[in-house]
């Protein structure tokens, strides 16, 4: 069977994240095997899967495009972690596995997610072929998206806030969106994207995120987890409220919603820099145009 760009791509992504990890345990034997699951547990490799196709797209994907495209997926399954906690959702179920507090405790877990999102700092501050002004640059870039103005925030609201459709948006874009925002700006600081064409691909990596989330919003209610590899259900608990998109609408108007944006996004690809077909392959793999209506 032929290698197809896709194949390439995933297993330079895959090795760089296997040596980054071989050194994750080298004072905490313990530590290092929580990290490895979380980190090299089997995934879509989405958000890191993404930035090497774009790369490809704007001239090729270079070390330190690699670099970053690991960095991406560290700091992902990091959030997992964090997400699954018994304070947070408290799933037991992560990619079609015990949870990492599940297999590993609950305290090394949190230690894993801190030490995991260390390595992401430390991979980019090191990255390949990229002079040093690049290299704190990409460090600034993904610090930013997972701090107080990034991730943090939109998991806090996600956990607290009173469910509004304004609210709920920029829940999706806080929690999801700016990972793949970070993955399109480090892209860019890498190939000296000029400003116009780093904010169209912003728009692109926003409504990203608001259709990915609002898809797994979906799966939770109407996924299993054999399918999804994760616990569901976890949004309409009937010990608190409700969580995520549904909270604010009802299942029609949620699925008539993430198709329209769906189609918006294949529309916002067109004519970019980054356009590319392995990119739409890709969403077309995770991101269905169509959902199955509800009876």
């Given amino acids: 069977m032929t290698e197809t760009l896709s ?11 296997a040596e980054t ?3 994750f345990g080298a004072a905490s034997p313990a530590l290092g095997r929580a990290m490895e699951d979380a980190a ?9 899967m993404l930035l090497l196709m774009a790369a490809e797209a704007a001239g090729g994907a270079c070390d330190a495009c690699v670099d970053a495209a690991a960095a991406l997926e560290i700091v992902h399954a990091a959030s997992l972690v964090f997400d699954d906690l018994p304070c947070m959702d408290d799933a037991r179920l992560r ?19 801190i030490a995991l999102i260390t390595e992401a700092m430390r991979l980019l501050a090191t990255a390949r072929g990229a002079g040093p002004a690049i290299q704190a640059r990409l460090v600034a870039i993904l610090s930013h998206a997972l701090g107080p103005l990034g991730l943090c925030a939109g998991q806090d609201l996600d956990l607290s806030a009173e469910k509004t459709p304004d609210g709920v948006q920029r829940e999706q874009d806080l929690k999801t969106g700016v990972l793949f925002i970070a993955g399109l700006e480090m892209l860019a600081a890498l190939k000296g994207i000029e400003q116009d064409e780093l904010e169209a691909m912003i728009a692109f990596g926003r409504q990203l995120g608001r259709v990915f989330q609002s898809y797994d919003d ?4 109407l996924g299993d987890s054999a399918s ?6 976890r949004d309409r608990r009937e010990d608190g409220p409700a969580r995520g998109v549904l909270a604010v609408a009802d299942l029609q108007d949620v699925s008539r919603g993430y198709e329209a944006r769906r189609a918006e996004l294949d529309r916002m690809l067109r004519g970019r820099r980054i356009h ?3 990119i739409q392959a890709l969403l077309a793999r995770v991101l269905p145009h169509r959902l199955k209506r509800p009876a």
Wanted: hydrophobic residues 30%; proline residues 4%; charged residues 35%.
């Fill in 95 to 113: 990619r079609g596995r015990p949870a990492t507090h599940v297999a590993h405790g609950e305290s090394r877990a949190v230690l894993a997610g």
């Fill in 228 to 233: 999804t590899g994760k616990d569901t259900g």
């Fill in 7 to 17: 194949d390439r791509l995933r297993s330079r992504l895959e090795k760089r994240l």
């Fill in 21 to 23: 990890a071989a050194g």
């Fill in 40 to 48: 090299l547990s089997s995934g879509k490799r989405f958000r890191g």
């Fill in 276 to 278: 590319h077909p392995e």
């Fill in 218 to 221: 979906l799966l939770d209610l």
